[in-house]
T-cell receptor, first 114, second 109 residues
Framework: DAGVTQSPTHLIKTRGQQVTLRCSPK?????VSWYQQALGQGPQFIFQ???????QRGNFPDRFSGHQFPNYSSELNVNALLLGDSALYLC?????????????FGEGSWLTVV | KNEVEQSPQNLTAQEGEFITINCSYSVGISALHWLQQHPGGGIVSLFM???GKKKHGRLIATINIQEKHSSLHITASHPRDSAVYICAAFRGSQGNLIFGKGTKLSVKP
């Protein structure tokens, strides 16, 4: 059983460009969360998707948007990239609404904005 | 002040030593996660606990809900334990994790 898979693993973009990151959740998981982790910091919550809807959102600007597909996979889109968007982007999947549910993380997508 | 605080920030130990990493939180939580992150970036969930104590191999995690404090212990540490250990509070009402900044552990042979 594949766990959470993310693509691409590494990418370099130029300021002002747009990027799309992809995530396939663990089999059977229908809730996908995205996190941004700057170097030396803990991950910060971007947003969470459930049933193809954004269920909640952290303190990130509208340049950050997402989507969840019927097969539960998800995309994170970032428009008008800034140097400060350089970070590791982590996707996590779980069953819905549960403190009792283990959360599984992908290996992350390393984004460098130059 | 961060809602989830970890200490120490960095920790160097000799192989075989007993290690303790602490986590304090200021928010109401449904559960607390201990996670391990290796240099490549991927995160592995070690424990999820809402009360008491859990043990897995050489790892032990405890939580005191009243004091809003959790600890991760590693017995008989080994160089392969070298990683960043992160505690994350799960707020059931909002369904997302709040992460500490992590503790970078280096175990020397």
């Amino acid at each position: 059983d594949a766990g959470v898979t993310q693509s691409p693993t590494h990418l370099i973009k130029t300021r002002g460009q747009q990027v799309t990151l992809r995530c396939s959740p663990k089999s059977g998981h229908d809730t996908v969360s995205w996190y941004q982790q700057a170097l030396g910091q803990g991950p910060q919550f971007i947003f969470q998707y459930y049933e193809e809807e954004e269920r909640q959102r952290g303190n990130f600007p509208d340049r950050f948007s997402g989507h969840q597909f019927p097969n539960y996979s998800s995309e994170l889109n970032v428009n008008a990239l800034l140097l400060g968007d350089s970070a590791l982007y982590l996707c996590a999947s779980s069953l819905p609404a549960g403190a009792g549910n283990t959360i599984y993380f992908g290996e992350g997508s390393w984004l460098t904005v130059v | 002040k961060n809602e989830v605080e970890q200490s120490p920030q960095n920790l160097t130990a000799q192989e075989g030593e007993f290690i303790t990493i602490n986590c304090s939180y200021s928010v109401g939580i449904s559960a607390l996660h201990w996670l391990q992150q290796h240099p490549g970036g991927g995160i592995v969930s070690l424990f999820m606990l809402s009360s008491g104590k859990k043990k897995h191999g050489r790892l032990i995690a405890t939580i005191n809900i009243q004091e809003k404090h959790s600890s991760l212990h590693i017995t008989a540490s080994h160089p392969r334990d070298s990683a960043v250990y992160i505690c994350a509070a799960f707020r059931g009402s909002q369904g997302n994790l709040i992460f500490g900044k992590g503790t970078k552990l280096s175990v020397k042979p």
